[in-house]
Protein backbone atom coordinates (compact mmCIF):
# COMPACT_ATOMS: atom_id res chain seq x y z
CA UNK A 1 0.00 0.00 0.00
CA UNK A 2 1.46 3.09 -0.98
CA UNK A 3 1.54 6.26 1.36
CA UNK A 4 -1.59 7.86 -0.97
CA UNK A 5 -3.70 4.85 0.14
CA UNK A 6 -2.41 5.19 3.82
CA UNK A 7 -3.47 8.76 4.23
CA UNK A 8 -6.25 8.24 2.17
CA UNK A 9 -7.53 4.61 1.80
CA UNK A 10 -11.82 4.28 2.01
CA UNK A 11 -11.97 8.09 1.49
CA UNK A 12 -14.52 9.00 -1.13
CA UNK A 13 -16.14 11.88 -2.50
CA UNK A 14 -19.59 11.80 -1.05
CA UNK A 15 -22.00 13.97 -2.14
CA UNK A 16 -25.64 14.28 -0.31
CA UNK A 17 -28.86 16.19 -1.06
CA UNK A 18 -30.28 16.98 2.15
CA UNK A 19 -34.05 18.02 1.44
CA UNK A 20 -35.88 20.07 4.85
CA UNK A 21 -38.78 22.14 5.56
CA UNK A 22 -38.70 25.65 5.66
CA UNK A 23 -38.86 26.68 9.15
CA UNK A 24 -40.87 30.00 8.68
CA UNK A 25 -42.96 27.76 6.23
CA UNK A 26 -43.12 23.87 6.82
CA UNK A 27 -45.36 23.08 4.16
CA UNK A 28 -42.05 23.57 1.53
CA UNK A 29 -39.24 22.24 0.85
CA UNK A 30 -35.65 23.25 -0.04
CA UNK A 31 -32.48 21.38 -0.90
CA UNK A 32 -28.88 21.44 0.30
CA UNK A 33 -26.14 20.07 -1.00
CA UNK A 34 -23.33 18.57 1.70
CA UNK A 35 -20.12 17.19 -0.35
CA UNK A 36 -17.17 16.18 1.64
CA UNK A 37 -14.78 13.18 1.51
CA UNK A 38 -15.71 10.44 3.45
CA UNK A 39 -16.01 6.78 4.36
CA UNK A 40 -18.61 4.49 3.10
CA UNK A 41 -20.74 2.66 4.22
CA UNK A 42 -20.66 4.42 7.88
CA UNK A 43 -20.42 7.78 6.55
CA UNK A 44 -18.98 9.30 10.18
CA UNK A 45 -18.47 12.92 8.69
CA UNK A 46 -21.98 12.74 7.17
CA UNK A 47 -22.90 11.84 10.61
CA UNK A 48 -21.62 14.17 12.29
CA UNK A 49 -23.07 16.75 9.88
CA UNK A 50 -26.35 15.49 10.16
CA UNK A 51 -26.46 15.38 14.12
CA UNK A 52 -25.13 18.98 13.96
CA UNK A 53 -28.36 20.19 11.81
CA UNK A 54 -30.57 18.34 14.11
CA UNK A 55 -29.25 20.36 16.95
CA UNK A 56 -28.26 23.59 15.41
CA UNK A 57 -30.77 24.04 12.54
CA UNK A 58 -34.27 25.02 12.74
CA UNK A 59 -35.26 23.42 9.23
CA UNK A 60 -36.71 19.60 9.82
CA UNK A 61 -35.17 17.02 7.58
CA UNK A 62 -37.57 15.76 5.31
CA UNK A 63 -34.88 13.12 3.69
CA UNK A 64 -31.38 12.46 2.40
CA UNK A 65 -29.84 11.39 -0.57
CA UNK A 66 -26.77 9.95 -0.95
CA UNK A 67 -23.88 9.75 -3.52
CA UNK A 68 -20.42 8.07 -4.01
CA UNK A 69 -17.61 9.01 -6.13
CA UNK A 70 -14.87 6.55 -6.99
CA UNK A 71 -11.78 6.07 -4.76
CA UNK A 72 -9.75 8.45 -4.06
CA UNK A 73 -6.57 8.27 -6.32
CA UNK A 74 -2.75 10.17 -6.77
CA UNK A 75 -2.97 12.63 -9.83
CA UNK A 76 -6.74 12.73 -9.89
CA UNK A 77 -7.07 16.29 -9.95
CA UNK A 78 -7.28 17.64 -13.19
CA UNK A 79 -7.42 21.30 -14.48
CA UNK A 80 -10.18 22.75 -15.93
CA UNK A 81 -10.64 23.10 -19.57
CA UNK A 82 -11.68 26.90 -18.82
CA UNK A 83 -13.38 29.34 -16.54
CA UNK A 84 -15.53 31.59 -16.34
CA UNK A 85 -17.59 33.61 -13.71
CA UNK A 86 -20.84 35.18 -13.66
CA UNK A 87 -21.58 38.47 -12.16
Do not use: C
Request: aromatic residues 14%; hydrophobic residues 40%.
Amino acid sequence: MSDFEDAWGGYRLTTAEITYHLPDHPSLLQTYIWQEFDIAPQYPRLQDFLQFWLKEIEGKLHSVKVGLGGPLMPNSVSTPAFTFALH
